[in-house]
C-alpha cells in the first residue's frame, strides 16, 4: 500500500479543549450502559480523502455476544453510512488504493460453508464502491489474521494461521476416528490464552492475486510472520519475525524484507538482541524503513519501545526517540520523507506528536487529558484518528485548521443522559520519597464529607490509569464510592527507570505505592478508613492479594484473574521467558520465588472478605491462582467466594458474564463498605 503522508493539517500543535460542564439532571451510570456503548475502532480514510471507513462494536443483548460492523464517515462528518449489518462480526476495513473497493475480514458465510470446519475463520471481502452486496474474496485454509493492499491494488499480503488438522479429525493420517486426537506438546513456550496448547501451527505470509483469486505462499518455517507492510514501488515485503535456533526461548523478534513473489528469501534487516517490532514503514521513496525497538529482552515486561529508522537495503539502525523518556507507538512518515508522526505514551495521557527524520526534538501535536490513538493519514495532509476522554468513549476525529474535530457520534446520545463521576489527577508521595500520580473519581453528586473508597489498580503491569473512559471506575462511581487509581512503579508513563523499578522484586513498590495513595486519600478527607475497599484483575489482582496481605484496613477486596503462589505459575501460564530471564527457574532461585509468594504463605494474615473470579480457560494467569487463594482464605476462616467463568479466557467477553462481573463487585463492595464500622489499624 502506498504510505498515507501527513502534511500542512499538522503545521501547528493542535490544541484540545476540554469543557467541562454541570451533570445534575442527568441519571447515574447504571449496568444497562453496557449495551448502549459502542466501540468505535480503526479509522481508515479513502484515497480521495472523502471518507474515513471504521468500525463499531456494540453487544447483543438478547444473544449475548458481541458484534462489529463497518462504518464510514464524511469527511465532513455530515453523512454517515453503516456498510455492513450482518450477524457476523466485519472489521479491519482497509481501502484499495486505487479507491475501487472497501475490504474487511469476517468469517461470516452460508450454513454450508461452515460446517466445512477448514473454512471456519476470517476471510478477505469486498465492498465495491459502485454498489452492491459485499462479496467474499479469498478462500484460503486457516485464519488470516491480518493483511494489507499493494500499491497497485493488484495483490494482498495475508498473514494467515495454519489450519489445525484436529478441528477435522478423520482426515488426520492414523486416525481416522471422529473425537479429537491427543494434543502432543514438544516446544518450550507451549501455551498462550486464545490459542491454548502450541502446537507447531504458525502464521506465514501468503501473497494473493486479486483477479485469479489465487493464493501463493511467501514465507514458510516453524516460525510466527506477522505485520506485513508493501514498499511503495510493490516490488518488497517488510515484515516481523522471532527466528533462530529456537524461537520460543527467546525474545529477539527482527524486521526482515522479502521480495513479493514465491520462492524468495527474507533477509534480515535489523540484529538488536531484543523485539523491534510494529508494523514496519516504509518512507515515501522507499530507501527507509521506520519501526519500533524494544528494550534489551531482560526488561520484557517493562518495554519502552523507541522510534527507529533503517535503511531498506541494510544497515545500521539508528534511534529517533532515544532521548524521550516515553514509550511510542503507530510511526506514519510525513509525504517529503522529511519527519514521522507517531504517539507517545505520557503520564495519564496520550497524545500525537511529530519529529525530523534526521533527528531532533519532539513536537507534541496534541494537548489535553485525554487519549488519542489509531492514526490514519490521508491525501493532501488529512488525518484521521481516535480520541477519548474520561466521559466520553472514542470517536473518531479529524485534524483541521490546527484542532481536532469529532466527526463521528455513535455515544452521544446515551453520554448526553448520564452524570459521569467528576475525574481529577491526584500526586502524593511514597515513603521512600517517590512521587506517585494517579487519578480520583468521585460519584456526582456526593454528599460532603468522606466517602467509602476503591482503590482500583490496573493490570500490566506496564500499563496506566489514564483519562480515556472507563466503564468500572464509572459503575463503581455511579454506586457511591469514591475510586481511587494509582500508577505504581512498574507501570508505564512516567519513564524507563520507574517502570523498572520493580523488577524481580514483585509486589514490594507497588504495595508502597498503592499504601501511599489510601493513606493520601484518607488525609486528605476523601475516605473513611472504616471503608476501603480494593480490587483489580490481573496483574491488578495479583497486587489487591499483595496488598491485603500486607494491610489489613481493607474491609472488602476483589481479586480478578490474580496469583499469589507464584511458584506454582511456572510451567502453568505463558510467562516462561520472562520467568527464565527476570526470576530464573524456581529451582535455582528458591528463596526469590518464595519472596514473591508472600501473600500465599501469609494467608493467615489476611482478614479481608474477598471475591476471587476468573475465567475457565485463562492460559494468561490459569484459574488456578485465584482457586489456591480462596481456598487458603476458606481455610483460615476468612469469608471468601470464587466466581469462575465458562469457556473464558483472560479476559471476560461474554456480554452476560461482563455484567454479572460489574454486579458481582457492587453487591460485594456494598455488603461490606455501605455501613460504617470502626476503623481498622494501619499496618506498621
Given at each position: 500500500?502506498?504510505?498515507?503522508?501527513?502534511?500542512?493539517?499538522?503545521?501547528?500543535?493542535?490544541?484540545?479543549?476540554?469543557?467541562?460542564?454541570?451533570?445534575?439532571?442527568?441519571?447515574?451510570?447504571?449496568?444497562?450502559?453496557?449495551?448502549?456503548?459502542?466501540?468505535?475502532?480503526?479509522?481508515?480514510?479513502?484515497?480521495?480523502?472523502?471518507?474515513?471507513?471504521?468500525?463499531?462494536?456494540?453487544?447483543?443483548?438478547?444473544?449475548?455476544?458481541?458484534?462489529?460492523?463497518?462504518?464510514?464517515?464524511?469527511?465532513?462528518?455530515?453523512?454517515?453510512?453503516?456498510?455492513?449489518?450482518?450477524?457476523?462480526?466485519?472489521?479491519?476495513?482497509?481501502?484499495?488504493?486505487?479507491?475501487?473497493?472497501?475490504?474487511?475480514?469476517?468469517?461470516?458465510?452460508?450454513?454450508?460453508?461452515?460446517?466445512?470446519?477448514?473454512?471456519?475463520?476470517?476471510?478477505?471481502?469486498?465492498?465495491?464502491?459502485?454498489?452492491?452486496?459485499?462479496?467474499?474474496?479469498?478462500?484460503?485454509?486457516?485464519?488470516?489474521?491480518?493483511?494489507?493492499?499493494?500499491?497497485?491494488?493488484?495483490?494482498?499480503?495475508?498473514?494467515?494461521?495454519?489450519?489445525?488438522?484436529?478441528?477435522?479429525?478423520?482426515?488426520?493420517?492414523?486416525?481416522?476416528?471422529?473425537?479429537?486426537?491427543?494434543?502432543?506438546?514438544?516446544?518450550?513456550?507451549?501455551?498462550?490464552?486464545?490459542?491454548?496448547?502450541?502446537?507447531?501451527?504458525?502464521?506465514?505470509?501468503?501473497?494473493?492475486?486479486?483477479?485469479?483469486?489465487?493464493?501463493?505462499?511467501?514465507?514458510?518455517?516453524?516460525?510466527?510472520?506477522?505485520?506485513?507492510?508493501?514498499?511503495?514501488?510493490?516490488?518488497?515485503?517488510?515484515?516481523?519475525?522471532?527466528?533462530?535456533?529456537?524461537?520460543?526461548?527467546?525474545?529477539?523478534?527482527?524486521?526482515?524484507?522479502?521480495?513479493?513473489?514465491?520462492?524468495?528469501?527474507?533477509?534480515?534487516?535489523?540484529?538488536?538482541?531484543?523485539?523491534?517490532?510494529?508494523?514496519?514503514?516504509?518512507?515515501?521513496?522507499?530507501?527507509?524503513?521506520?519501526?519500533?525497538?524494544?528494550?534489551?529482552?531482560?526488561?520484557?515486561?517493562?518495554?519502552?519501545?523507541?522510534?527507529?529508522?533503517?535503511?531498506?537495503?541494510?544497515?545500521?539502525?539508528?534511534?529517533?526517540?532515544?532521548?524521550?523518556?516515553?514509550?511510542?507507538?503507530?510511526?506514519?512518515?510525513?509525504?517529503?520523507?522529511?519527519?514521522?508522526?507517531?504517539?507517545?505514551?505520557?503520564?495519564?495521557?496520550?497524545?500525537?506528536?511529530?519529529?525530523?527524520?534526521?533527528?531532533?526534538?519532539?513536537?507534541?501535536?496534541?494537548?489535553?487529558?485525554?487519549?488519542?490513538?489509531?492514526?490514519?493519514?490521508?491525501?493532501?495532509?488529512?488525518?484521521?484518528?481516535?480520541?477519548?476522554?474520561?466521559?466520553?468513549?472514542?470517536?473518531?476525529?479529524?485534524?483541521?485548521?490546527?484542532?481536532?474535530?469529532?466527526?463521528?457520534?455513535?455515544?452521544?446520545?446515551?453520554?448526553?443522559?448520564?452524570?459521569?463521576?467528576?475525574?481529577?489527577?491526584?500526586?502524593?508521595?511514597?515513603?521512600?520519597?517517590?512521587?506517585?500520580?494517579?487519578?480520583?473519581?468521585?460519584?456526582?453528586?456526593?454528599?460532603?464529607?468522606?466517602?467509602?473508597?476503591?482503590?482500583?489498580?490496573?493490570?500490566?503491569?506496564?500499563?496506566?490509569?489514564?483519562?480515556?473512559?472507563?466503564?468500572?471506575?464509572?459503575?463503581?462511581?455511579?454506586?457511591g464510592y469514591a475510586v481511587l487509581q494509582v500508577n505504581y512503579r512498574g507501570g508505564s508513563g512516567r519513564g524507563a527507570k520507574y517502570?523498572?523499578?520493580?523488577?524481580?522484586?514483585?509486589?514490594?513498590?507497588?504495595?508502597?505505592?498503592?499504601?501511599?495513595?489510601?493513606?493520601?486519600?484518607?488525609?486528605?478527607?476523601?475516605?473513611?478508613?472504616?471503608?476501603?475497599?480494593?480490587?483489580?484483575?490481573?496483574?491488578?489482582?495479583?497486587?489487591?492479594?499483595?496488598?491485603?496481605?500486607?494491610?489489613?484496613?481493607?474491609?472488602?477486596?476483589?481479586?480478578?484473574?490474580?496469583?499469589?503462589?507464584?511458584?506454582?505459575?511456572?510451567?502453568?501460564?505463558?510467562?516462561?521467558?520472562?520467568?527464565?530471564?527476570?526470576?530464573?527457574?524456581?529451582?535455582?532461585?528458591?528463596?526469590?520465588w518464595m519472596k514473591v509468594s508472600y501473600p500465599f504463605f501469609k494467608a493467615d494474615r489476611i482478614k479481608t472478605p474477598t471475591l476471587?473470579?476468573?475465567?475457565?480457560?485463562?492460559?494468561?494467569?490459569?484459574?488456578?491462582?485465584?482457586?489456591?487463594?480462596?481456598?487458603?482464605?476458606?481455610?483460615?476462616?476468612?469469608?471468601?467466594?470464587?466466581?469462575?467463568?465458562?469457556?473464558?479466557?483472560?479476559?471476560?467477553?461474554?456480554?452476560?458474564?461482563?455484567?454479572?462481573?460489574?454486579?458481582?463487585?457492587?453487591?460485594?463492595?456494598?455488603?461490606?463498605?455501605?455501613?460504617?464500622?470502626?476503623?481498622?489499624?494501619?499496618?506498621?
Open positions: 500500500m502506498t504510505r498515507r503522508i501527513l502534511a500542512a493539517a499538522l503545521a501547528t500543535a493542535v490544541m484540545v479543549p476540554v469543557v467541562a460542564g454541570a451533570q445534575t439532571t442527568k441519571r447515574p451510570y447504571a449496568l444497562d450502559d453496557l449495551g448502549k456503548f459502542r466501540n468505535v475502532s480503526d479509522p481508515q480514510i479513502s484515497p480521495d480523502g472523502k471518507w474515513i471507513a471504521y468500525t463499531v462494536g456494540a453487544i447483543d443483548v438478547e444473544k449475548d455476544k458481541r458484534d462489529s460492523d463497518v462504518w464510514m464517515v464524511s469527511w465532513d462528518g455530515k453523512e454517515t453510512l453503516q456498510l455492513t449489518s450482518s450477524k457476523d462480526s466485519e472489521s479491519r476495513p482497509r481501502w484499495s488504493p486505487d479507491g475501487k473497493y472497501l475490504a474487511f475480514t469476517t468469517s461470516r458465510g452460508d450454513e454450508d460453508e461452515k460446517k466445512d470446519e477448514a473454512k471456519k475463520g476470517s476471510q478477505v471481502w469486498l465492498l465495491n464502491r459502485s454498489g452492491g452486496e459485499a462479496q467474499k474474496l479469498t478462500d484460503v485454509k486457516g485464519d488470516i489474521d491480518d493483511y494489507e493492499w499493494s500499491p497497485d491494488s493488484t495483490r494482498l499480503v495475508l498473514v494467515v494461521s495454519d489450519p489445525d488438522p484436529s478441528d477435522d479429525p478423520e482426515k488426520i493420517e492414523g486416525w481416522k476416528k471422529k473425537t479429537k486426537p491427543p494434543i502432543v506438546i514438544d516446544r518450550y513456550q507451549f501455551k498462550r490464552d486464545l490459542s491454548d496448547y502450541l502446537e507447531h501451527l504458525r502464521d506465514h505470509l501468503y501473497l494473493f492475486d486479486i483477479a485469479t483469486k489465487k493464493a501463493e505462499p511467501l514465507t514458510s518455517g516453524d516460525y510466527d510472520d506477522r505485520s506485513p507492510s508493501w514498499s511503495p514501488d510493490g516490488t518488497r515485503v517488510a515484515f516481523v519475525s522471532k527466528r533462530g535456533t529456537d524461537p520460543d526461548r527467546s525474545h529477539d523478534s527482527n524486521v526482515f524484507v522479502i521480495e513479493a513473489k514465491a520462492g524468495a528469501t527474507p533477509r534480515q534487516l535489523t540484529t538488536y538482541p531484543g523485539e523491534d517490532g510494529g508494523r514496519p514503514v516504509w518512507s515515501p521513496d522507499g530507501s527507509t524503513i521506520a519501526y519500533l525497538q524494544s528494550d534489551e529482552a531482560k526488561w520484557y515486561a517493562y518495554d519502552q519501545a523507541k522510534l527507529a529508522l533503517i535503511p531498506a537495503a541494510g544497515g545500521t539502525a539508528r534511534l529517533l526517540t532515544e532521548s524521550l523518556d516515553r514509550s511510542v507507538g503507530s510511526p506514519e512518515w510525513s509525504a517529503d520523507g522529511k519527519s514521522l508522526y507517531f504517539t507517545v505514551e505520557d503520564d495519564r495521557v496520550e497524545y500525537l506528536a511529530r519529529i525530523p527524520a534526521a533527528g531532533g526534538k519532539v513536537e507534541p501535536l496534541t494537548t489535553g487529558r485525554r487519549v488519542v490513538g489509531s492514526p490514519s493519514l490521508g491525501p493532501n495532509g488529512a488525518m484521521a484518528l481516535l480520541s477519548s476522554s474520561a466521559s466520553s468513549p472514542s470517536e473518531v476525529h479529524v485534524v483541521e485548521g490546527g484542532a481536532l474535530r469529532k466527526v463521528t457520534t455513535h455515544n452521544d446520545t446515551w453520554v448526553s443522559e448520564v452524570a459521569f463521576s467528576s475525574i481529577e489527577d491526584v500526586t502524593f508521595t511514597a515513603r521512600d520519597g517517590t512521587v506517585v500520580n494517579g487519578l480520583l473519581a468521585r460519584p456526582t453528586g456526593a454528599p460532603a464529607g468522606t466517602l467509602p473508597l476503591i482503590l482500583w489498580i490496573h493490570g500490566g503491569p506496564n500499563g496506566q490509569d489514564d483519562h480515556s473512559f472507563d466503564n468500572i471506575r464509572e459503575i463503581l462511581a455511579a454506586n517502570q523498572k523499578a520493580i523488577y524481580a522484586d514483585w509486589g514490594n513498590l507497588e504495595v508502597v505505592d498503592l499504601l501511599a495513595g489510601v493513606d493520601w486519600a484518607i488525609k486528605s478527607g476523601v475516605a473513611d478508613p472504616a471503608r476501603l475497599g480494593i480490587g483489580g484483575w490481573s496483574y491488578g489482582g495479583i497486587l489487591t492479594n499483595y496488598a491485603i496481605a500486607t494491610d489489613p484496613r481493607f474491609k472488602a477486596a476483589a481479586s480478578g484473574a490474580g496469583s499469589s503462589l507464584q511458584t506454582s505459575m511456572y510451567g502453568t501460564d505463558q510467562y516462561i521467558l520472562q520467568y527464565d530471564t527476570e526470576m530464573g527457574q524456581p529451582w535455582k532461585n528458591p528463596d526469590g476471587f473470579m476468573g475465567g475457565q480457560n485463562d492460559f494468561n494467569v490459569p484459574i488456578a491462582g485465584s482457586e489456591q487463594m480462596y481456598q487458603a482464605l476458606k481455610s483460615n476462616g476468612v469469608d471468601a467466594q470464587l466466581v469462575v467463568y465458562p469457556g473464558q479466557n483472560h479476559g471476560i467477553v461474554i456480554p452476560s458474564y461482563q455484567r454479572d462481573r460489574l454486579d458481582r463487585y457492587i453487591k460485594w463492595y456494598d455488603k461490606y463498605l455501605k455501613t460504617p464500622g470502626p476503623a481498622p489499624t494501619a499496618a506498621k
